[in-house]
């Protein structure tokens, strides 16, 4: 570790031991405030070669889906791919995918704030974007798989001279609430802790950056009644978004357990759907954070104790999703039922096999591997296998509902389903676009909510006992 990072100044006497992982704590720093906010600012304005070829490779891809978008509406649905009886393919794959990664940013910012969490603070704001930018990409796919996409103002439930209303049964309606209302709570809970940071990057920027962090700032200037406003304000998103939170992905699990389809029509569905939502969110926030303290030289900020915490909450959640796969596993074997003796079979043994099995060990192994610290607080193997699981989930998700779709209770109504470039080069664009606005995002906004750190070294200090200098913490309020 560098010299900046384990910067430390211990209790006087020659003969005090600093334990490693006391001197390598964040709150803990001894740096002024302007050095931390250097630490944030000056990655912000370095944008290499790199980073210029990566997001324009990024934006190829991107207009290239929508390109595909466009052809899909010209041509109408069949180019994707879908087909009877598997009217629902990789487009609402996807949908469950982007939903389920959106679901992290809640689980570390709002959970760990309640609980008052204090290694959470360097990740929040990383965190909360995830969701946000994930939402974005979640939100397109009703657009996308309604097809007729000029006519989805017919969802929106306002008066008109032809006496129409949405169909409120539908699940489509209930997805576009669901997603409206967490995108706007969680896009608002990232805004309002922005607006400090936003206030440092203004009083540090000059040009172009100064003239917009003024207008995002709303005149910011650190006082006492500002201050209590937005910690108020703070305290009761972070509450009221965690139902929200948990009744999103259980209204997307609805859009099948409602059906009479074999395996989903099944009233597991919500809890599968809401661990497994936070068992891919946490892999890929743990994957973001890894590539950005790569990317813009975050050590100092985003240390081995973050790595090693989210690593543990990773294992957690893959282990919770192990049990409640396991569950719905054993209610289907014993229902016995000729169906769904065939949809297993199918991803046992046959056409759906090689997808199953890489699912597994995708899933599997890296919660094996992560029991270990060293696994853990690596972040090359952190980086590796938190991908891993969203590879694992991502084919889960397929399986789901395309894997599911092939085989019903008639027969002479079974078919397959492959994938087409079309509806593939949609999905890659939702994954540019995400890497895509992401990466803007990092370098236009501090990532790091410094002021949470400076708050919490507020409240971490050291005394010596005997020979050792240990951790104290005191209560603010």
Same mark, same amino acid.
């Given at each position: 570790?560098?010299?900046?990072?384990?910067?430390?100044?211990?209790?006087?006497?020659?003969?005090?031991?600093?334990?490693?992982?006391?001197?390598?704590?964040?709150?803990?720093?001894?740096?002024?405030?302007?050095?931390?906010?250097?630490?944030?600012?000056?990655?912000?304005?370095?944008?290499?070669?790199?980073?210029?070829?990566?997001?324009?490779?990024?934006?190829?891809?991107?207009?290239?889906?929508?390109?595909?978008?466009?052809?899909?509406?010209?041509?109408?649905?069949?180019?994707?791919?879908?087909?009877?009886?598997?009217?629902?393919?990789?487009?609402?794959?996807?949908?469950?995918?982007?939903?389920?990664?959106?679901?992290?940013?809640?689980?570390?910012?709002?959970?760990?704030?309640?609980?008052?969490?204090?290694?959470?603070?360097?990740?929040?704001?990383?965190?909360?974007?995830?969701?946000?930018?994930?939402?974005?990409?979640?939100?397109?796919?009703?657009?996308?798989?309604?097809?007729?996409?000029?006519?989805?103002?017919?969802?929106?439930?306002?008066?008109?001279?032809?006496?129409?209303?949405?169909?409120?049964?539908?699940?489509?309606?209930?997805?576009?609430?669901?997603?409206?209302?967490?995108?706007?709570?969680?896009?608002?809970?990232?805004?309002?802790?922005?607006?400090?940071?936003?206030?440092?990057?203004?009083?540090?920027?000059?040009? @172009?950056? !100064?003239?917009?962090?003024?207008? /995002?700032?709303?005149? &910011?200037? =650190?006082?006492? +009644?500002?201050?209590?406003? #937005?910690?108020?304000?703070?305290?009761?998103?972070?509450?009221?978004?965690?139902?929200?939170?948990?009744?999103?992905?259980?209204?997307?699990?609805?859009?099948?357990?409602?059906?009479?389809?074999?395996?989903?029509?099944?009233?597991?569905?919500?809890?599968?759907?809401?661990?497994?939502?936070?068992?891919?969110?946490?892999?890929?926030?743990?994957?973001?954070?890894?590539?950005?303290?790569?990317?813009?030289?975050?050590?100092?900020?985003?240390?081995?104790?973050?790595?090693?915490?989210?690593?543990?909450?990773?294992?957690?959640?893959?282990?919770? @999703?192990? !049990?409640?796969?396991?569950?719905? /596993?054993?209610?289907? &074997?014993? =229902?016995?039922? +000729?169906?769904?003796?065939? #949809?297993?079979?199918?991803?046992?043994?046959?056409?759906?096999?090689?997808?199953?099995?890489?699912?597994?060990?995708?899933?599997?192994?890296?919660?094996?591997?992560?029991?270990?610290?060293?696994?853990?607080?690596?972040?090359?193997?952190?980086?590796?296998?938190?991908?891993?699981?969203?590879?694992?989930?991502?084919?889960?998700?397929?399986?789901?509902?395309?894997?599911?779709?092939?085989?019903?209770?008639?027969?002479?109504?079974?078919?397959?389903?492959?994938?087409?470039?079309?509806?593939?080069?949609?999905?890659?664009?939702?994954?540019?676009?995400?890497?895509?606005?992401?990466?803007?995002?990092?370098?236009?906004?501090?990532?790091?909510?410094?002021?949470?750190?400076?708050?919490?070294?507020?409240?971490?200090?050291?005394?010596?006992?005997?020979?050792?200098?240990?951790?104290?913490?005191?209560?603010?309020?």
């Amino acid at each position: 570790m560098s010299d900046q990072v384990s910067r430390f100044k211990p209790a006087e006497g020659k003969d005090v031991i600093i334990p490693e992982d006391v001197r390598d704590q964040l709150l803990l720093t001894t740096e002024t405030d302007d050095e931390l906010n250097e630490h944030m600012l000056g990655p912000m304005k370095k944008t290499g070669p790199v980073f210029w070829i990566s997001l324009a490779i990024l934006g190829a891809i991107f207009f290239w889906g929508l390109y595909a978008w466009g052809y899909q509406i010209r041509w109408g649905f069949g180019v994707a791919g879908i087909n009877r009886p598997v009217y629902w393919g990789m487009y609402i794959s996807t949908f469950v995918f982007w939903v389920g990664i959106s679901h992290a940013g809640t689980m570390i910012s709002a959970v760990l704030r309640v609980f008052k969490a204090d290694w959470r603070r360097p990740i929040t704001r990383g965190a909360e974007a995830m969701t946000a930018f994930a939402l974005m990409m979640a939100g397109l796919f009703p657009l996308i798989h309604v097809g007729r996409v000029w006519k989805v103002y017919w969802m929106i439930p306002y008066p008109n001279n032809r006496h129409l209303w949405p169909n409120f049964q539908s699940p489509l309606m209930w997805d576009m609430v669901a997603i409206t209302t967490y995108l706007v709570g969680s896009s608002l809970y990232l805004y309002l802790a922005l607006i400090p940071d936003l206030g440092m990057a203004r009083d540090k920027s000059t040009g @172009w950056r !100064y003239q917009l962090y003024r207008v /995002l700032a709303l005149g &910011w200037r =650190g006082t006492e +009644p500002g201050w209590h406003k #937005l910690e108020k304000a703070l305290g009761i998103f972070a509450i009221v978004i965690i139902p929200i939170f948990l009744s999103v992905h259980s209204i997307v699990s609805w859009d099948f357990a409602v059906t009479v389809q074999p395996r989903w029509h099944s009233t597991i569905l919500p809890i599968f759907f809401i661990i497994g939502a936070v068992f891919s969110g946490l892999s890929a926030l743990a994957s973001i954070l890894v590539l950005v303290r790569w990317g813009m030289k975050l050590q100092f900020f985003i240390r081995k104790e973050h790595l090693n915490n989210i690593g543990k909450l990773v294992m957690v959640a893959g282990l919770s @999703w192990v !049990y409640v796969w396991f569950a719905g /596993l054993i209610v289907e &074997w014993y =229902g016995n039922t +000729p169906v769904v003796k065939e #949809l297993l079979h199918d991803e046992w043994y046959g056409d759906l096999a090689p997808l199953f099995w890489t699912m597994m060990v995708c899933n599997v192994l890296p919660i094996i591997l992560l029991m270990f610290e060293r696994v853990r607080t690596n972040p090359t193997l952190l980086l590796f296998l938190t991908l891993m699981v969203n590879v694992g989930m991502f084919i889960e998700r397929f399986l789901i509902v395309a894997g599911n779709l092939t085989r019903n209770y008639l027969p002479f109504n079974w078919g397959d389903y492959r994938p087409t470039w079309v509806s593939l080069s949609i999905v890659a664009m939702t994954f540019a676009g995400f890497i895509m606005f992401y990466m803007i995002f990092t370098r236009l906004i501090p990532y790091v909510p410094v002021w949470e750190v400076k708050q919490g070294r507020l409240r971490f200090g050291t005394r010596r006992v005997g020979r050792v200098e240990e951790v104290t913490i005191t209560q603010v309020d």
